[in-house]
């Protein structure tokens, strides 16, 4: 059992500029104001976002080094308190230290093998070592809120979709496999689908869930005060119903 009070620092991220978000341009950059100028940044997650992407909202970014298109990285969005890792590398990231640091209890044991992973038709996440066995790990970005719930996908998912169908397929030929949920959002306290974006989606992982797939997912937020990314739960709450 995780204690309500539960907070472990992860991850500090280094020379974050507070900015306000101005507009979406296009699916990977927004424009935002800091100090009194207007810039274009990058956004490596290809959500919609429409929750958090509204004008005038607080938000974090990272500079980019010259020669880049955009002038910034946009990695958090104000959420309450805390904020919203929206930068899937860097979720990827603060989960790898956390495995690290043995804060995950469901993969004690655990060692990354390999990144983008080939199985099939698709490159999946992680190829883990759990205690002499192969295990295959795709992890999913879920930063749409309902309530106190985080939620994915926030749009229809092809790539999604296709990913579960082969993990699916790997564990009923006898495999190991774990679909893992990153809620980066503050104080939720579960993991479920997104019915409405893809009922499809939503009904391929009942599906994985029953022949074996694992499902799992890890709460974290990032800290402005102090500009470090938090774990707040190693094994949230995964509710498919």
């Known amino acids: 059992m995780i204690e309500a009070n539960y907070r472990f ?14 507009e979406r341009m296009n699916r990977f950059v927004v424009m935002v104001r ?22 005038g909202r607080k938000a974090y970014c990272l500079s980019i080094d010259k020669g880049h298109k955009t002038d910034f990285r946009l990695f958090a969005i104000e959420d309450g308190d805390s904020a919203a890792v929206i930068d899937t590398q860097l979720q990827m990231k603060a989960w790898e230290k956390s495995l690290e640091m043995g804060l995950i209890p469901w993969l004690q044991g655990c060692r990354i093998l390999k990144r983008n992973a080939r199985l099939g038709d698709s490159l999946i996440d992680y ?36 990913h579960i169908r082969e993990l699916t397929n790997h564990v009923r030929q006898g495999g190991r496999a774990i679909i893992m949920f ?26 994985a869930q029953r022949a074996g797939v694992t499902l ?26």
């Open 127 to 162: 190829l883990l070592e759990c205690q002499g066995q192969l295990v295959f790990l795709e992890a999913k970005s879920a930063v749409l809120r309902e309530s106190d719930y985080a939620m994915y996908p926030d749009c229809p998912s092809a790539r999604g979709r296709r």
């Open 182 to 207: 990153i809620a980066a959002l503050p104080d939720v306290r579960a993991f479920r689908p997104n019915r409405l974006a893809d009922p499809e989606l939503c009904g391929l992982l009942v599906e």
């Open 216 to 241: 799992k997912s890890v709460g974290m937020a990032y800290c402005p005060e102090g500009a470090y990314i938090y774990l707040f739960s190693p094994d949230l709450k995964v509710e498919l119903s």
């Open 9 to 22: 620092k992860i991850l500090n991220v280094e020379n974050p500029v507070e900015c306000r978000l101005l």
């Open 34 to 55: 800091l100090h009194g100028e207007q810039y274009k940044a990058w956004i490596n997650n290809t959500g919609r976002l429409r929750q958090f992407l509204v004008s």
